[in-house]
């Protein structure tokens, strides 16, 4: 078969291929679905010809049938080694999202924000140190202190966004980055009672628009 | 002169006569011993013989010949609960172990896994006598007891029935057990490495083996055999649910099923005939005659020379059979369902069996995804290549690098099973069905526990001539298949299948180290008793 486009970039990027799918494993907990992910995981769909599966890890039970099917169909003709990547989620009793690849060559790596931060590097897009670090520390105060802060925390969180949002349509640059689409999963599972900003719905609304969100509604039911 | 002989013979009578002196004392002595000693028997004789008023409370009664019905309610040790405290009950148990204290004799009563404290006290219930003949009863006889439940202050930690203890009130010995035994429950249980810290025996797997009776009768070996139950049973339910036919095949076969090697031979009146090897003629052939999807549990003949830890010459198969519309994976993934459901019935059924195999045998709880992961052959390769061993595209797994991508899967994956799918086409037998899309590849999957190969299977060919080829290409001889062959003529539809081995599920479920471990009567090549 013929070599698909984008797999010499996954070869730069990941180094020596050896003849099989790559497979990207994450481990998620039902109880709080990482919704980044699976935005990241739509565009990774873009770019590469992806294989998705769901599984359920034996040390949780009855996980609930719409985390099953988060997925959309594939084609079920094709056989595993047609594919260029694996995306396996696997549902699973685990404290934070955790994700593994290259077993012989990286150490797990936990943290719904580190994880994104891999996915979205395999796209390939060029980001100078200064958008880098600034998407960066978007991610940190989502995930740390929206995520799992106090309600003051998160209310200080929101105001920081809404300014932001004040200045420009997208939290960092022109165009939406893994800022938003971290920043913006974050705020639909965790703001809870705490009241939205206006700039901030508008933002969501923008983000909720993009196609590669339509997976994260199946996972908010 | 005569005077120092006199003094002489003066000083040896003096001598002679401390000596009778002191022998005369010592036979006195001796004999008020056994005045003493007589007086006490004729008292205890005495006693016993007047004063026991409790001697129809115990006993040996004679040998149950089925003379009577009695009105008795036997209740089970595991039973014995809070529940039941001042309640007066009859209890049929086993003297797991007996320790007599004075006027008091605690028993272990066990019933299967399960066991509870007895106790035999003189008082208005219990004789000296009674204490004395409780304490004597040999260990594993087997006794009827009735005693009140009463619930105790500080747990029991030594007995599975903790809260509550028994008060003996009549004890009876049913069967009497031989007063030495060939080997001790006790050391039978103990972890590996516990004996040697303490100094303590432990029993070897063969002297185990030798008195496999006593051995099965320990909380290890029973918790071990009520899962393999439960695996059958587990097996059986999932796939009739699923609509499958259960079958009966025979075992003595007139041609060898998988290849000429590895099968017992049996005289059959003037000509000989075999022990089948599997059950994957007859299956195929239950299939062309349309009953679609079938499964058999039975024994299965190996005359594999090898003596490993996880060889036997004779096990328990399980195996399916099952016609498909357009894909084997439609079998596949029934085949995998099944052991997860299989898996899933073990964790939430039999919790105290698999706590009890782990206090003896520590291992990781058995984990696994739904669906079942399944990797292609490839992938397993690479992820080999990936970790330095370097093997050919084409080239069989041997047991070490099998293990070894159990690990790497397992890191990887965390799960103890999976399927790895598309082997390569020249490691098979020759009626697997090829990959149509890469000639070098076939339709076939092994399944694996903890790294271990527990089912080997295949979508097979079911056209006569694609199958008259491979068989010629295998260098078989087409007379000994004919019929085989001949049964695909006349209509068969596409099919799949595979089996595996029931004592090697077991053990690699618990994470035993030897498939003799879980059959209960095991058979190798050095072993054919008991």
């Keep these: ?48 010809h992806v294989l998705s599966t769901v599984h359920v890890h034996s040390s949780v039970s009855n996980v609930p049938p719409h985390l099953l099917a988060c997925f959309e169909e594939q084609d079920k003709n094709q056989s595993r080694h047609d594919f260029q990547l694996g995306f396996t989620l696997i549902w699973k009793d685990v404290p934070t999202p955790q994700m593994k690849f290259s077993i012989q060559n990286m150490c797990p790596i936990e943290g719904e924000g580190n994880i994104a931060r891999f996915l979205f590097a395999l796209l390939g897009q060029q980001q100078d140190p200064i958008t880098a670090t600034l998407v960066d520390s978007w991610i940190d105060m989502a995930i740390f ?47 809870g009672p705490v009241a939205i900003p206006a700039n901030v719905q508008k933002w969501m609304k923008s983000c909720e628009n993009l196609p590669e969100f339509n997976g994260v509604y199946k996972l908010l039911q | 002169m005569t005077k120092e002989e006199n003094n002489g013979a003066a000083e040896e009578l003096q001598i002679q006569s401390k000596k009778a002196l002191k022998k005369q004392q010592k036979e006195a002595e001796k004999a008020a011993k056994k005045a003493d000693k007589q007086a006490k028997l004729a008292a205890e004789q005495q006693t016993t013989s007047e004063e026991d ?48 204290k004075g006027k008091q004799c605690f028993l272990v009563l066990r019933h299967q896994q399960f066991n509870v404290q007895a106790l035999v006290a003189v008082g208005d219930r219990a004789s000296k006598q009674m204490v004395k003949f409780a304490a004597n009863i040999n260990k594993e006889s087997i006794v009827d007891v009735e005693g009140v439940v009463r619930k105790v202050d500080q747990k029991i930690e030594s007995c599975t029935q903790q809260d509550v203890e028994l008060h003996i009130e009549k004890i009876f010995v049913i069967s009497l057990a031989e007063p030495r035994l060939p080997l001790q429950l006790e050391d039978a249980v103990r972890p590996d490495g516990a004996g040697d810290e303490e100094g303590r025996a432990t029993v070897n797997q063969d002297t185990r083996l030798d008195n496999r009776v006593i051995d099965l009768r320990t909380t290890t070996s029973q918790a071990v055999f009520r899962l393999q139950s439960g695996i059958c049973h587990l097996f059986r339910d999932t796939l009739i649910k699923k609509g499958f036919v259960e079958i009966q095949t025979p075992k003595i076969i007139s041609a060898a099923s998988e290849g000429g090697a590895n099968v017992f031979t049996v005289s059959y009146f003037k ?41 036997l010459t004779e096990f328990v198969g399980l195996d399916i059979e099952m016609a498909f519309n357009y894909h084997y994976h439609e079998v596949v993934d029934q085949i995998a369902d099944t052991m997860v459901q299989i898996f899933k019935g073990l964790r939430d059924n039999f919790t105290t069996e698999i706590e009890t195999v782990n206090k003896q045998y520590p291992s990781e709880p058995f984990k696994f995804l739904e669906p079942t992961l399944r990797l292609e052959y490839k992938e397993g390769v690479a992820m080999l290549r990936e970790a330095g061993i370097e093997m050919g595209d084409e080239e069989d797994l041997s047991t070490p690098n099998e293990k070894l991508l159990g690990r790497l899967v397992k890191e990887k994956y965390d799960t103890d099973f999976y399927i790895l799918d598309k082997y390569p086409l020249a490691v098979r037998p020759f009626y697997t069905m090829p990959d149509p899309s890469n000639a070098k590849y076939s339709n076939s999957y092994d399944m694996f526990m903890r790294g271990e190969e527990i089912l080997s299977g295949a979508q097979r060919i079911h056209d006569p001539d694609l199958l008259t080829e491979r068989a010629i290409h295998h260098n078989i001889d087409l007379e000994k298949i004919k019929a085989y062959i001949d049964s695909f003529r006349y209509g068969a ?29 095991p058979r190798d090549p050095k072993r054919l008793t008991p």
Excluded at chain 2, 495 to 520: F, K, P
């Design chain 2, 271 to 311: 000509t000989s005939a075999y022990l089948a090897q599997s059950p994957q003629l007859y299956k195929q052939m239950c299939i062309c005659a349309d009953f679609e999807k079938v499964f058999c549990i039975g024994p299965v003949f190996r005359a594999e020379d090898s003596n490993t830890h996880r060889h």
């Design chain 1, 1 to 48: 078969s013929k070599p698909l486009a984008g797999t010499a970039d996954l070869d730069t990027l990941l180094g020596k291929n050896y003849g099989a799918l790559r497979d990207i494993v994450i481990n998620a907990n039902p109880s709080h679905p990482p919704l980044s992910l699976l935005v990241l995981h739509c565009l990774l769909r873009k770019r590469f």
């Design chain 2, 53 to 100: 008023f409790a001697k129809d409370r115990y006993g040996q009664p004679a040998m149950v010949q089925s003379q009577q019905k009695p009105d008795r309610v036997l209740v089970r040790i595991q039973d014995l609960t809070p529940e039941k405290a001042d309640q007066l009950v009859w209890v049929r148990a086993r003297i797991h172990t007996s320790r007599a």
């Design chain 2, 493 to 521: 539809p596409p099919h799949a299948g595979g089996g595996i081995g029931l004592e090697r599920v077991t053990m690699l479920y618990l994470g035993l180290h030897n498939v003799r471990q879980t059959s209960m009567f």
């Design chain 1, 145 to 191: 202190q929206l995520g799992q802060g106090s309600s003051k925390e998160k209310v200080a969180v929101l105001r920081t966004i809404n300014a932001a949002l004040g200045r420009s349509p997208w939290l960092v640059g022109a165009n939406r980055s893994l800022a938003d689409i971290v920043t913006c999963c974050v705020v639909l599972q965790a703001a």
